[in-house]
């Protein structure tokens, strides 16, 4: 039986490792971006979270299909552009780091849906254990990328960690321009075989 899923498999296996890659070499950063939060700022950031994710899944029944599936997913890599484009333009900033923590909570109010939808669409067994495996290599690989790159940073006597954090977002830059290259090729129409 074929089904059409309008999904490049190869593309979206090349997808789920880059932006796991991506989120192993971002992870450190927020550390050091978001010391400037209070601390009562993360509570209304659950809150909110928690409360978008909830509205989200009144709409379940309507954004669970392949054409909403494929917005999202394009919407939710535009933000870590925005992110990325915000550090470097206002680095070490209260107002900064708080656009920056808003559009994570954005992209985590749709981290249910994605994986509900991708399970839905993508029923295959061996395909959804092939998309767990890459994103795991990839996440593993973004940490030892982001060790090694503080490490040779550390070997250029630049020790600051907000200076080592706004160089690494240059890499991360690239990092999501190859996560979005292969998005669209991965929404290319082509069809699995189950």
């Excluded at 909830?54 to 919407?75: A, E, G, H, Q």
């Excluded at 290599?137 to 907000?162: M, R």
Aim: charge should be positive; aromatic fraction near 20%.
């Amino acid at each position: 039986m074929q089904t059409q899923q309008n999904f490049s498999p190869k593309a979206y296996l090349a997808y789920k490792f880059l932006n796991s890659l991506f989120a192993g070499t971002a992870l450190g950063t927020i550390f050091t971006i978001y010391a400037l939060i209070p601390p009562k700022v993360y509570s209304v950031g659950g809150i909110s979270l928690s409360i978008g994710a909830w509205l989200l899944t009144f709409f379940y029944v309507k954004l669970i299909s392949i054409k909403p599936y494929k917005r999202i997913l394009l919407f939710i890599e535009v933000l870590p552009f925005c992110y990325i484009l915000a550090f470097l333009l206002f680095p070490h900033t209260f107002y900064g780091a708080l656009f920056i923590y808003g559009i994570y909570q954005i992209s985590f109010i749709f981290g249910d849906y994605l994986v509900r939808s991708e399970t839905l669409i993508f029923s295959q067994k061996a395909l959804l254990s092939s998309f767990d495996k890459y994103k795991q290599i990839g996440y593993l690989s973004g940490l030892i990328v982001a060790f090694i790159f503080y490490s040779i940073l550390e070997s250029l006597d630049i020790e600051n960690k907000q200076a080592q954090v706004y160089n690494i977002h240059f890499l991360l830059f690239l990092l999501q321009i190859g996560v979005f290259i292969t998005l669209c090729f991965a929404l290319r129409d082509k069809s699995i075989k189950t």
